[in-house]
């Protein structure tokens, strides 16, 4: 008898660990959706923000030489681009967390009811897009950003001479 309880022990201490070791990947995980989030959001008002100055720029009515209008022209959909891919970014991430929820809150009424249900894991494809989008849209967010230096290089060069 004395053995089983032992052993009913160690399995206990092996469980609160296991429980532990998901406790810390789940908070893990969330720190991780937390800082995407908290990046995404950041890119989105820079790249409006780059836009935004660009455009006030403009409606000074300042003569921009022939060498900045293409690359000013690209930086454009460059970061109208990236702004696109960063909210799909970020209704990705939405929708594929509030599948995530409703699959638990489905397991937790079945719990109640003391029946089985089997909660799904979502499919790679929500991680590849939300990957996708997002490197996609960063690559964007930098192509756009360095046709903007260089344009306002291009144009302080021929304003300085």
Same mark, same amino acid.
């Given at each position: 008898?004395?053995?089983?309880?032992?052993?009913?022990?160690?399995?206990?201490?092996?469980?609160?660990?296991?429980?532990?070791?998901?406790?810390?990947?789940?908070?893990?995980?969330?720190?991780?959706?937390?800082?995407?989030?908290? +990046?995404?959001? $950041? !890119?989105?008002?820079? &790249?409006?923000?780059?836009?935004?100055?660009?455009?006030? =720029?403009?409606? #000074? %009515?300042?003569?921009?030489?022939?060498?900045?209008?293409?690359?000013?022209?690209?930086?454009?959909?460059?970061?109208?681009?990236?702004?696109?891919?960063?909210?799909?970014? +970020?209704?990705? $991430? !939405?929708?594929?967390? &509030?599948?995530?929820?409703?699959?638990?809150?489905?397991? =937790?009424?079945? #719990? %109640?009811?003391?029946?089985?249900?089997?909660?799904?894991?979502?499919?790679?494809?929500?991680?590849?897009?939300?990957?996708?989008?997002?490197?996609?849209?960063?690559?964007?967010?930098?192509?756009?950003?360095?046709?903007?230096?260089?344009?306002?290089?291009?144009?302080?060069?021929?304003?300085?001479?």
């Amino acid at each position: 008898m004395k053995d089983l309880s032992t052993e009913q022990a160690n399995a206990l201490i092996q469980l609160d660990k296991l429980n532990q070791h998901i406790e810390k990947h789940n908070e893990s995980q969330r720190a991780i959706v937390q800082r995407s989030n908290d +990046l995404v959001k $950041m !890119l989105l008002i820079t &790249s409006g923000g780059a836009l935004a100055v660009c455009a006030n =720029f403009f409606s #000074a %009515k300042v003569e921009i030489p022939i060498k900045a209008v293409m690359p000013i022209q690209s930086a454009w959909i460059s970061l109208a681009g990236a702004i696109t891919l960063f909210g799909l970014t +970020l209704i990705l $991430m !939405l929708a594929r967390d &509030s599948w995530i929820g409703k699959q638990h809150g489905s397991m =937790f009424a079945a #719990a %109640k009811l003391n029946e089985l249900y089997e909660v799904r894991e979502p499919s790679p494809l929500w991680t590849r897009g939300i990957w996708t989008f997002g490197l996609v849209g960063f690559a964007s967010f930098v192509i756009g950003m360095g046709l903007f230096t260089y344009s306002a290089c291009v144009f302080l060069a021929s304003n300085v001479g």
